[in-house]
Structure formats: structure tokens, C-alpha cells
């Protein structure tokens, strides 16, 4: 079965500091594939990112970054020098091979204060 | 292309009533879905389509029925609602996955779904 836990439920910050939202995830496959999404307050879904178990580099985007680690089961999202335009909820999901279902934590809610 | 759409946005329904929540999308994806959104739980997957003509059930199915006629439509019908399935449903697709490669999944806009 897999899993995702995102423990921290509420984040808030000012304007311009950085922020981690941390993603651990359970899952007996070897190979998997690990998504977050943003959901504005607008309530849509946006897809940010796709990482595969294989590839273990860093990635960055602009303000977004993340850092998957096997050894430790997490892919840590950080938004750098936040704005308040980032404030949403953010989701980290897991898919497994062969498996196109989707399994997603519970979410984070971002709070950016000007 | 106007990408995954849904029907209707707020829908309000009494215990007992039945009604089907419309999802198609124009991208020619195999795969579709549907998941509930509920406060502190993430979205939690009903049923999925890999094809039209192919169905099976997610995490949280009972209460719930679909079809797959066509690639385009992937309707989700209640058929006798209980204020437990007060929620916000979404709909997704995407491709199929391909050796070494998951798609990730377009989202609807969402129905937000209150049963008295």
C-alpha cells in the first residue's frame, strides 16, 4: 500500500522568508513516481512537479525547489522568498509502477502575510 | 483545448436523491478519474478509467458508480445520496503510463457537493 504523509497541517510566514513543506512517503515498490500539486484558494489543482524513484537530483524552478532523498523516503518542497501569491495548499502524491492511481497526503496550507 | 471540465460547479441535494456529476476532457487521454476532497484528508480516489469500456474502483467507491462509453466523457453518478458524500469532487486524466514514465494527472475545476 502506499502512502504520504505531510505532517505539517499549517505554515505561515511574512513576505520574502523561505519556506520547507516536508512530503515522507511508504511504498514496497521499487519503482514509483512522486507529484506535488498546489491548490490556490481559487480551489483548482496545478501541477507542479514530477519525480520518478530513479532520478534523485535536485530540481529547481524559479522560486520552487525540491529535494528527494531515498534513503530517508522524502521529497521536501522549499519556496524561496515567498510571496503572497504562494499561499495555498500544497500536496505531495505518490504513484506506483504500473499504477496510475494517485495517493495524496493530507496537504499543508501556506500562509504568506505581507 | 478547453482541458478537463466539469458539471456542475455547486449542486445541492437532499438525503436519497440521485444525480450524475458530468466530467469530459479533449485531450485524448486514456486515463480518467475521480476523487473527493474532505477537510485534512487529502483527495481520496472513487473510481478510474484506463479506457473507455474499462472501469475499477478506488479507495472510497461504495455510493458511487461510473462508465467509460468514450474516451472523451467519464461521468460519476450518486445513486442515493448521504451528507457523508458532502464533499468537493474532482475530476483528472492523463496518458497512460509508458515503461519508465508516469504521466501526471490534469485537473478539473471541481464540484462542490452539499447533501442536507
Known amino acids: 500500500a502506499q502512502k504520504v504523509t505531510q505532517a505539517q497541517t499549517e505554515i505561515s510566514v511574512v513576505e520574502k522568508e523561505d519556506v520547507t513543506l516536508d512530503c515522507v512517503y511508504e511504498t514496497r515498490d521499487t519503482t514509483y513516481y512522486l507529484f506535488w500539486y498546489k491548490q490556490p484558494p481559487s480551489g483548482e489543482l496545478v501541477f507542479l512537479i514530477r519525480r520518478n524513484s530513479f532520478d534523485e537530483q535536485n530540481e529547481i524552478s524559479g522560486r520552487y525547489s525540491w529535494n528527494f532523498q531515498k534513503s530517508t523516503s522524502s521529497f521536501n518542497f522549499t519556496i524561496t522568498a515567498s510571496q503572497v501569491v504562494d499561499s495555498a495548499v500544497y500536496f505531495c502524491?505518490?504513484?506506483?509502477?504500473?499504477?496510475?492511481?494517485?495517493?495524496f497526503g493530507a496537504g499543508t496550507t501556506v500562509t504568506v502575510r505581507a | 483545448n478547453a482541458g478537463v471540465t466539469q458539471t456542475p460547479k455547486f449542486q445541492v441535494l437532499k438525503t436519497g436523491q440521485s444525480m450524475t456529476l458530468q466530467c469530459a476532457q479533449d485531450?485524448?487521454?486514456?486515463?480518467m478519474s475521480w476523487y473527493r476532497q474532505d477537510p485534512g484528508m487529502g483527495l481520496r480516489l472513487i473510481h478510474y478509467s484506463v479506457g473507455a469500456g474499462i472501469t475499477d474502483q478506488g479507495e472510497v467507491p461504495n455510493g458511487y458508480n461510473v462508465s467509460r462509453s468514450t474516451t472523451e466523457d467519464f461521468p460519476l453518478r450518486l445513486l442515493s445520496a448521504a451528507p457523508s458524500q458532502t464533499s468537493v469532487y474532482f475530476c483528472?486524466?492523463?496518458?497512460?503510463?509508458?515503461?519508465?514514465?508516469?504521466?501526471?494527472?490534469?485537473f478539473g475545476p471541481g464540484t462542490r457537493l452539499t447533501v442536507t
Open positions: 502524491a505518490l504513484s506506483g509502477n504500473n499504477d496510475y492511481k494517485l495517493s
Open positions: 483528472a486524466s492523463s496518458y497512460t503510463q509508458l515503461e519508465g514514465m508516469s504521466y501526471e494527472q490534469y
Open positions: 485531450m485524448n487521454h486514456e486515463y
